[in-house]
């Protein structure tokens, strides 16, 4: 017998002896009166059905039934989680309250801000209360009943927290008046944000700014219909700020001007023999590695680059077109200048016969990961002895292909950017290289964005400027610069995630800012600091009382708001060498002072200078012997722009703003003394072509302006300048003497013709019990201050006259547009030839006469017969390749901003009309046409 049939037996066996137990169980039941044999066994055995199994499935269901309920818990969990309402950040330490059938419970959140209660009532409810500092309290009902397959019940419930009021910076805004002025615009950047937010005053003038911190400061803008917008730092520990807006009607365009110079910088380039060559030349910020400009010399050899802020330090390369010589980098050669003010910058490059073995090839070859070539990546070689020094730039082809001749002498890195992939720098590049590089393709996960703040070197947003990142160790990164926004901020996408660091360039200011990391999951943000500027003036002083000069030693000392900032010692002695030099801050007006043995105290105008310029003051110092003398010493004239002297007799241009700076000595011992100023023929200022629209303002000086001047009318009246004067009185007390320089900003009128000219009308005077001292002397008033009908308003004086030349300008009342054409070395202003397919310059310069919010110039070929290819301003240069372009206009105090673009001829054509159309935010300014 097998083992199965074996164990078959045995359990039928088994199975039998639990029959017989169970039929004897039936017996014994039925003797106990429960006959379950008559009304289950039966039936069931009659029917065929054995009943044992029947009654002991029926038994083992009963036994789990009680099973599962004997096995239940005493209750349910209730797991509550509490989170910010804010950010969905959990809070911990929250007390949470808990009450259900006769259980009251207490717990606080832990640090992921959950507590648990255990043993509660299923299917009742819980009344939960929650509180915690700082937020607002909660109460909740949840029903205690779990999900199948559960015994804990879990719920979220969100906190809000407390709306508890922050401090407030209340900014109130006026007119001259004190008058409020309602429903003024303040717009600054929100801290917390970095954003830029605005706001409204109301009816009493107040708008209020929310601060979290008493350090913080918030440079504000106030703009409002009729008045001229200001600019004002309103700091969080003074809890307000006041900030007065002048009428348009009243405020003068130009008040001094901080506006930095541009200059030319003058490329020559000659072969070996000395002979004009020609050659593609690069010019480049040397600070920042950004390319300034790009142009092909002319036939002479040379090269203008116009338009280039003064004090920016450059160096040019130069790429011959004959291959037999070799290319010229001013960075490798340490040839860097200084663009002048004053004076064209000027660079002479010998070029170089090539020789064996001086250069040699490098290849790169790029392509995506999956080994596809990239078309139009942009490959920048780098030297590696100076990593802002750029050894030459090229987009790869279709192969994604790039080829670059380097000498053999420099080693290198490059920096490889496409659009829509990393960036990539090969920091090991050798002569003779053929590099394959592999971009990776911006996926998410793999990049990140940066928000860069630029701050001026005030502490202000600086707008317009130029941003590069590069690696944390200094490498050129490679990808495409970045402007900044209003608001001082621009940002970079498509980063990959790794330390870098940002600089920025403005003008002639450049700065560099501290590493940050890139992270995919939050945007990176970093702030650069532009350095401040400076400039220098040479100083001499001589003596007032000889015709021939005579050089006198004295302490000058400069003073920015009348603060000391500089100061020097004039030496006596040879004219040539009797300058002292001052370092100032450039764009910023500043005194000169001035004290010498022997000779009374001198005060100059307010003078500006811009970044790297040297500017020359003589001050004409009084002998104390000749203190108690009136006089003026002299009246001269000054390019407001430039800062360079016009000589009498001159031609002043129509639109353009001018100095006129009269130094006058003032008697001690007088009552009062001092002096008059008057611009013009015409009499009254609004008729004439000449108006003064600033003057210095003496703190120690009583000042009258008057808008007319007629020779016969009563001196006790007046008609009151206002944006506009056509005199200016200067009078100080017994207190005030010495040698003064006063300052007048005079614009000459767009509307001026040739006939017109500045004229400028002078006088000083001093008044000792009661007697008129005057210069020049007045033979009919004499000692008296009035004779008849002719009273101290008409007394004598004396005059110098500018004509007036039209210049290449086109002008309204409100603007002038200054335009010019640069072909084939020439310069146009109208009406000029250029080959079919040969390039040209235009260079606009925009002066704008009133308040203007964004003004622009659209530059434009209506027919599409001139391509502009890039256009250059504030040492930005931007790529256009179409047959119009906007630029957004930066005004300096003078209302003046340039810009020059380089064209193409693309169509061949009698007349390609070129249009020029000046505008702002509210429209129009001025419109003129060039062909």
């Not at 010229?328 to 064996?356: I, M």
């Not at 000498?407 to 950017?417: F, G, I, M, N, Q």
């Not at 790297?612 to 001050?619: D, E, F, H, I, P």
């Not at 005030?736 to 500045?758: E, H, I, N």
């Amino acid at each position: 017998m097998g083992f199965f049939e074996g164990l078959r037996e045995s359990a039928a066996g088994f199975y039998s002896v639990l029959e017989e137990k169970w039929y004897s169980f039936v017996d014994w039941l039925g003797e106990k009166g429960a006959p379950i044999g008559d009304w289950f066994v039966s039936p069931l055995e009659e029917r065929g059905v054995p009943s044992f199994p029947v009654a002991a499935l029926i038994a083992l269901l009963l036994l789990g039934g009680l099973a599962f309920v004997l096995l239940q818990p005493a209750g349910v969990s209730l797991q509550v989680t509490v989170v910010s309402g804010v950010d969905g950040s959990p809070v911990a330490g929250a007390k949470v309250s808990l009450s259900a059938g006769d259980k009251s419970l207490q717990a606080l959140t832990d640090a992921s801000g959950i507590a648990k209660f255990d043993g509660l009532p299923a299917g009742s409810e819980a009344v939960v209360k929650i509180s915690k500092d700082g937020f607002n309290s909660s109460t909740s009902t949840l029903p205690l009943i779990p999900v199948a397959g559960s015994s804990v019940v879990a719920s979220s419930v969100l906190l809000s927290p407390v709306s508890a009021e922050k401090p407030k910076i209340t900014v109130f805004v006026s007119n001259a008046d004190g008058a409020p002025i309602g429903n003024a615009s303040i717009a600054f950047v929100d801290q917390a944000t970095g954003r830029v937010r605005e706001l409204q005053t109301d009816s009493a003038g107040a708008a209020y700014i929310e601060f979290s911190d008493e350090s913080e400061l918030f440079n504000v803008r106030v703009t409002r219909d009729g008045f001229t917008p200001e600019r004002a730092t309103c700091f969080a520990s003074k809890g307000e700020c006041s900030i007065q807006l002048s009428s348009d009607a009243d405020t003068p365009v130009d008040q001094g001007g901080s506006k930095e110079l541009e200059s030319s910088v003058l490329v020559l380039v000659k072969n070996g023999k000395g002979d004009a060559a020609k050659a593609r030349v690069t010019l480049m910020d040397a600070d920042s590695g950004g390319t300034l400009s790009a142009d092909y010399s002319a036939s002479d050899g040379s090269v203008r680059f116009n338009g280039v802020t003064a004090g920016v330090r450059v160096y040019v390369l130069v790429e011959p077109d004959d291959s037999a010589y070799r290319s010229y980098n001013g960075g490798l050669e340490q040839d860097y200048q200084t663009v002048s003010a004053t004076h064209d910058t000027e660079f002479r490059v010998q070029l170089e016969k090539k020789s064996q073995g001086d250069t040699e090839q490098v290849r790169f070859a790029v392509k995506t990961r999956g080994g596809d070539p990239i078309q139009s990546a942009s490959v920048k070689l780098y030297s590696t002895d100076g990593q802002l020094v750029l050894l030459g730039s090229q987009d790869t082809d279709a192969a994604g292909e790039a080829v670059f001749e380097m000498l053999s002498t420099v080693s290198a890195y490059a920096a490889v950017w496409a659009d829509g992939f990393l960036p990539l720098v090969e920091k090991s590049v050798k002569p003779g290289d053929s590099k394959a590089i592999a971009l990776d393709a911006l996926v998410p996960g793999n990049n990140g964005k940066a928000g860069i703040t630029v701050f001026d070197a005030d502490g202000g947003r600086a707008e317009y400027a130029r941003v590069t990142l590069s690696t944390a160790d200094g490498f050129a990164l490679g990808m495409p610069d970045q402007e900044t926004a209003e608001d001082g901020i621009t940002e970079f996408s498509g980063l990959p995630l790794e330390e870098l660091r940002a600089s920025a360039a403005k003008g002639s200011s450049h700065g560099t800012g501290d590493s940050f990391t890139v992270s995919y999951s939050s945007d990176a943000s970093a702030t650069v600091n532009l350095e401040p500027t400076y400039g220098f003036i040479q100083v001499k002083a001589v003596d007032a009382s000889h015709k021939e000069e005579k050089t006198v030693q004295a302490r000058v000392t400069a003073f920015v708001s009348d603060k000391q900032a500089a100061n020097c010692t004039t030496p006596a002695g040879n004219a040539s060498q009797s300058y002292c030099t001052l370092k100032v801050r450039a764009n910023k007006p500043f005194v000169l002072k001035a004290t010498a043995s022997g000779y009374a105290s001198y005060a100059s105008e307010a003078i500006t200078v811009s970044t790297g310029q040297t500017s020359k003051r003589t001050l004409e110092l009084v002998p104390t012997a000749m203190a108690d003398q009136l006089g003026v010493v002299s009246v001269k004239l000054y390019d407001a722009e430039t800062g360079a002297e016009v000589p009498e007799k001159t031609e002043v241009e129509r639109g353009s703003y001018y100095d006129v700076v009269i130094t006058v000595n003032l008697p001690s011992g007088a009552d009062k003394s001092g002096f008059y100023l008057r611009v013009g023929n015409a009499e009254t200022v609004a008729k004439d072509a000449v108006a003064i629209n600033y003057y210095d303002e003496p703190k120690e000086a009583v000042i009258t302006a008057g808008a007319a001047y007629r020779q016969n009318a009563s001196c006790s009246s007046f008609d009151q300048a206002g944006s506009e004067a056509k005199w200016v009185n200067v009078e100080y007390d017994e207190s005030v003497f010495g040698v003064k320089a006063f300052k007048a900003r005079v614009f000459v009128r767009p509307t001026a013709t040739q006939r017109d000219a500045l004229s400028v009308y002078y006088r000083a005077y001093a008044v000792k019990n009661g007697l008129w001292y005057r210069y020049p002397v007045d033979s009919y008033l004499n000692y008296s201050q009035s004779k008849g009908s002719r009273g101290d308003c008409q007394a004598e004086t004396k005059g110098v006259e500018y004509p007036v030349t039209e210049g290449r300008t086109t002008c309204n009342n409100d603007a002038c547009l200054s335009i010019s054409f640069e072909s084939e070395g020439a310069v146009y202003s109208n009406g000029f030839t250029v080959a079919l397919g040969k390039t040209f310059k235009l260079r606009a310069t925009a002066k704008i006469f009133k308040s203007s919010a964004y003004p622009f110039l659209k530059v434009s070929s209506p027919d599409g017969q001139v391509v502009f290819q890039e256009t250059l301003w504030h040492n930005n240069t931007k790529e256009i390749g179409a047959s119009e372009f906007t630029q957004p206009l930066e005004l300096g105090a003078t209302g003046i901003d340039s810009l020059l673009s380089q064209a193409l001829a693309g169509m061949p054509s009698n007349y390609a009309k070129l249009v020029f159309q000046l505008s702002d935010q509210n429209g129009a300014i001025l419109s003129t046409d060039r062909f």
